[in-house]
């Protein structure tokens, strides 16, 4: 019997009594699958590379894996995160180690997508103020009539970014009737009129949205892409929902265009600080929906997750290329193709 083809669990899947964080994780295709073993590592933050040195893959939730976590042996050939986001991964030195990291947007598509509609209908659905009014009784009541609502049919919906999750959305906001544009550098105009949406530059987006949502990534050209300046574009009558990363919006920019009533509110998943300092404005605003970085978190969202960082370890343990590899100039080395064929040998592929 040939050893076995080894994952490790970063030690924060586990409770400080050994229970599992996420239960809707679903180890059982690991448990089962032939010639696999698994164990939870200590909960070392960031990864020791001596933690490592046994294992063929590393299914990693929230922990640091740095250039030191890489154990000169080789023998890590795959890090697969818990999620989309790998700011926590050092991916130059998994790629010069030649190890593949794997990311999981099939988990976070529609969950994310399910979190920028729920802002958009709690926003012009006034729920949270009719929340409150129904709380305080009669006098609650009586003041129902000064938060109309705003219906959405014929209104524009406008997305920074229309990639896994912005493209989903948009599927999800056909039955809406709205009017759908959106601004991104790297989509052309076919794909986007196959999802019957209109490419529009980034101001004209924002001058003409009733709701613009931030769906693209967090780089050196989108830091405070959402400016003073820009949020100066939007009507007055207009939400801006942000459930990508903080830092693409000018925060301090936003609380006072909120403040000043420049723009009718905000629905954040995401912050530039996280979590916020207590006495940071934002949170006094009653025009502004907040939720801690994790409205998408449901069982479905962990489950999907699981799921992918499972199929993508086992794909390499079979010799196949894991579909969503972030660094895929990796699968391209000697050093993959000579250990996806001795995985293949050992395991079938
Ligand atoms: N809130 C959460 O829990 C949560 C969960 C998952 C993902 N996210 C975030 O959501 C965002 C979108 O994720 P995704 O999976 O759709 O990513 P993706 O990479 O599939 O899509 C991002 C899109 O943004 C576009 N883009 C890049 N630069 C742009 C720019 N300057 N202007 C407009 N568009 C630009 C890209 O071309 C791409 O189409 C990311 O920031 C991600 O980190 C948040």
Redesign the pocket.
């Known amino acids: 019997m040939s050893e076995p083809f080894r994952v490790a669990l970063s030690g924060d899947f586990r409770k400080p009594d050994g229970s599992p964080v996420y239960p809707d994780f679903d180890l059982t295709p690991l448990r089962t699958a032939p010639g696999v073993e698994f164990a939870y590592l200590e909960p070392n933050n960031p990864l020791l590379s001596d933690q490592l040195k046994d294992f063929d893959a590393l299914i990693l939730l929230a922990h640091r894996f740095t250039k030191d976590s890489v154990h000169p042996n080789g023998r890590l050939a795959v890090v697969a995160r818990f999620?989309?986001?790998y700011d926590t991964v050092d991916v130059e030195a998994c790629t010069s180690a030649g190890i593949a990291l794997a990311i999981t947007?099939d988990g976070?598509?529609r969950p994310?997508a399910v979190?920028i509609i729920t802002l958009m209908l709690a926003l012009t659905g006034k729920l949270m103020v009719k929340d409150r009014l129904t709380r305080e009784g009669a006098p609650g009541f009586a003041r129902r009539g000064d938060h109309m609502g705003v219906g959405l049919v014929g209104r524009t919906l406008g997305s920074?970014?229309?990639?896994?999750?912005?493209a989903e959305l948009f599927r999800m906001l056909k039955p809406f009737d709205m009017k759908l544009i959106a601004?991104?550098?790297?989509?052309g105009d076919r794909a986007a009129s196959e999802l019957g949406v209109e490419l529009v530059g980034?101001d004209e987006l924002l001058l003409r949205s009733d709701i613009v949502s931030v769906?693209?990534?967090?780089?050196a050209?989108?830091r405070h892409?959402v400016n003073a300046d820009r949020l100066a574009l939007m009507k007055p009558t207009a939400y801006l929902i942000n459930?990508?990363?903080g830092p693409?919006v000018d925060q301090k920019a936003l609380t006072k265009a909120l403040q000043e009533g420049r723009i009718a509110g905000a629905g954040l998943?995401?912050l530039e600080q996280e979590p916020p300092d207590r006495d940071d404005p934002i949170l006094k605003l009653d025009n502004v929906i907040l939720a801690p970085?994790?409205?998408?978190w449901t069982d479905q969202c962990f489950a999907g997750n699981g799921a992918a960082d499972i199929r993508a370890v086992l794909d390499v343990q079979r010799g196949r290329e894991p579909r969503l590899v972030v660094n895929r100039a990796v699968l391209e080395t000697e050093t993959w193709k000579r250990r996806s064929s001795e995985f293949r040998a050992r395991f079938g592929g």
């Open positions: 999620g989309v986001g947007p976070v598509r994310v979190s920074i970014g229309i990639g896994n999750i912005g601004h991104d550098p790297y989509v980034l769906s693209c990534p967090l780089t050209d989108t892409l459930t990508a990363r693409i998943d995401v970085h994790a409205l998408c």
